[in-house]
């Protein structure tokens, strides 16, 4: 039974015991001044929800990401529980694009796998598709809880499991994995724009201003930005409680996240203070540029800072190494 | 600075991402360097985001030109020489905040007229900026630059804070051991030695900053790295290219300050030197001191440990080219030595006994930086003195410009019912591995510069080190004039005197094809 996703990805099917000796062949076709070489695996995981589109963006992204840092690229297709049992389909691509740096030709490689229920068995099939000695690196698109847990245990060979928590949620999260400083949230890293530009901002004033009298925080977001405003309350909360314990204050601020979408369905952030002063923060433009007002610095004016989240494959190399 | 010093708000990011509010003042504005390494540095700075979001950039020069212009021409460099796509939009970014300030270096005037951009700059920002000054002029004015930004009070601002003025000064940093030994003076009558950031570019290059990571992140290697099984060193900086139009600049210089005395010698250091305490900027360069100073004097004269030469007419590239003495700007009897070939001798407890030779030239075969390392070959062993195995030394090379990478040279058996054996090589390339994701030498140093970061800049007692080195041999050449100028064609590996200081050692040079 064709898988939707596995048939909308670009590549050749093959049979299973032939997707190792079809990447070969496809390299010998490509000839020998294509660069072969990998600094890593990338396993791209979707799990059965995910719509043909959704996983050929990813795709896309993916191949953007194994363009600037060359990678093996494993994309792994859940199927939905009720054809748990249905054959295992593969399928194997070559990649190739002019490289102006390198003036030749470079290529990535991607394999293909469609799959029901995990098992020992799969996971093994899945070890000898990835480039030996080389780190692993885990993306979980669209993944539900359920379908991530049969794969924990195999985690603790990968550098880092990345997933979106504005698409997987909190619970993806809170699972067991058995190495936890492994695991990237997505979202925070496609924020770290954000994240520089209000620290080189905020870091002009003295801790002590910045929790003087704070008697709130919040972070509004759209629909589709959830994560994204969650990761960014808690790094304030956790630069506030480092400003707090600096200049000996004590801080009895409240944090909270609404998803009361500002204009354009973006995400901002406001600060209020007890003596009425202010700090806020917009994602003004789709994203493209960053208002601060700050009531009590000395320029009180707002400051406009062109400041775009993170692009996917940007996002995804800060997640992956950083 | 570390993580636990810096503000709450920027512990969490990255050094090279919480840049201060930053005013970067280029000192040769208008000058080759800024157009071709300066100014696209900065730009792919901004593409990456790495820029502090107040960035403020203040060209000053002896030209008159207007701030307009000086944009424009700024914009038409970005389009020549930038690695990346020149994009509008982030150019305006720094482009709103671009200035120009005309003026002589000697001029305490146009110092206080500078001193006015900036606080315009800083009015502008809202807020106090660090000032950064770039000196990339020709060496002759950095003394006044250094003095009218001392006695102007720009180089004391924020000395001991967050937004301390720094200044980063190019090479050549002084001409001998007396000069140097000056302008570190002169530096430090103005600057903290935490201010100043002597640059040498090789040290932004990603293989020469992974040469510490080969080194002490690969166990394997550590027990090897010793007199006990390394053979020799040979260290190769040489250039296809002629003097071209640098000929009056070139010929006060020569290769050995040009290239030797400093480039090669931090290869040499990086290469040698034990392993530092920590990675932080003092251990590194205590450690590079340390094996600076246990390099032995060179010696000087016939059968000594350097050779100088010029080039004369041959092929480069299948075209035939002029010998040294008929190109542009060079006297007809210049003694300036396009070719140098050192030897020099550690003496530790590590390298005692190991001949560290490097070389470097114009005009030379082809265009190539690397490190040599050459194991010992045992006599004796079960492959040893049989004429059917074809056995090399191992050899590990670590190519830094071009195709970056390292190759370790190992023996294999030839496939095959007989018992043969064939030198192969094990190669790894930064551009095949990383892909087309390396920044330029000049980005990541001006951005460590804006940091704070010393780590790959070279403190005054490592530039007098070397100089201590270099300079009886300079003053022996300089009396000797033309005497003992060997020659070699251009094109050619360099002359065979070159060839003949290994040869007395049962050493000859790689002179490697790709």
Known sequence: MAHPLIDALPGFPVKISAVLPSLDKAWADEGEEAARASQMNLVLMFGAGVSPEDAQARFDEAIRFAQRYPCRLVILAARPLAEATAALEAKVNVLCFFDPSRRGKRCCEALMLAHGAPT??????????????????????????????????????????VADRSLVGDEFFKLAFPNPKSVRDLAVARCLPVRQALGQYLAAHAPAELVRGLRSV???????????????????????????????????AEFATTPQPPPGDNLDAEWVYADG?????????????????????????????????????????????? | MSDTDRHPFLSGLSKHRGAQPTCVVIFGASGDLAARKLLPALYN??????????????????????????????????????????????????????????????????????????????????RSLQLVFYVSTPPSVFEPILENLGQSGLAGRGVGTDLESKVIIEKPFGK??????????????????????????????????????????????????????VDHVQITVAEELGVGTRGGYYDGSGATRDMLQNHTMQLLALVAMEQPRSLSAEHIRDEKVKLLESIQPLRVGANGDAVRAQ?????????????YLTEKDIPKDSATETFCALRFSVENSRWSGVPFYMRSGKRLARRVSEIAIQFKQPESGLFAGDARYDLAPNRLVIQIQPDEGTTLVLNSKVPGLEPRTQPVRLSFRYATTYGSNTPEAYERLILDGIVGDRTLFIRGDETEASWRLFTPLLQSWQQQGQEGMETYAAGSWGPAGGDALLAAHGHAWRNAGR
């Not at chain 1, 093994?124 to 794969?151: C, I, M, Q, R």
């Not at chain 1, 930005?225 to 808690?234: D, K, N, S, V």
């Not at chain 2, 021409?73 to 994009?87: C, G, I, T, V, W």
């Open chain 1, 277 to 322: 002063a202010r700090f806020s923060w917009e994602h003004a433009d789709k994203g493209t540029r960053a208002i601060i007002t700050f009531t009590r610095s000395r320029q009180s004016a707002p400051v406009t800072q062109r400041v775009a989240l993170m692009g996917a494959p940007e996002a995804l190399s800060e997640a992956v190494f950083f």
């Open chain 2, 311 to 323: 080039y004369v007419e041959g092929l480069s590239g299948g075209e035939k080219v002029p010998s």
């Open chain 1, 218 to 252: 919040t972070v509004n977001h759209g629909t589709g930005l959830r994560g994204e405003a969650a990761g960014l309350l808690e790094w304030m909360r956790g630069c506030l409680t480092h400003c707090a314990g600096l200049s000996r204050s004590h801080l009895a």
């Open chain 2, 45 to 126: 700075l901004a593409v990456d985001s790495l820029l502090p979001a107040d960035f403020h950039l203040i060209g000053f020069g002896r030209k008159p030109i207007p701030d307009a212009e000086f944009r424009t021409q700024a914009a038409a460099d970005l389009k020549k020489f930038s690695r990346r796509e020149f994009r509008p939009d982030i150019w305006k970014r720094i482009e709103d905040n671009t200035t120009y300030q005309a003026g002589g270096y000697d001029d305490p005037a146009a110092f206080a007229a500078l001193k006015e951009q900036i606080a315009a700059a800083e009015k502008r920002a809202g």
């Open chain 2, 176 to 229: 001998d051991l007396a000069s140097a030994v000056h302008l570190n003076a002169v530096a430090a009558r103005n600057f903290r030695e935490s201010q100043i950031f002597r640059i040498d570019h090789y040290l932004g290059k990603e293989t020469v900053q992974d040469l510490l990571v080969l080194r002490f992140a690969n166990p394997i290697l550590e027990p090897l790295w010793n007199r006990r099984h």
């Open chain 1, 120 to 161: 020992p068995e799969l996971e093994s099939l899945v070890s000898t598709w990835l480039e030996g000695d080389l780190p692993v690196n885990v993306w979980a698109h669209g993944v539900t809880v359920d379908e991530f847990k049969p794969w924990l245990g195999w985690t603790s060979r990968c550098r880092r499991v």
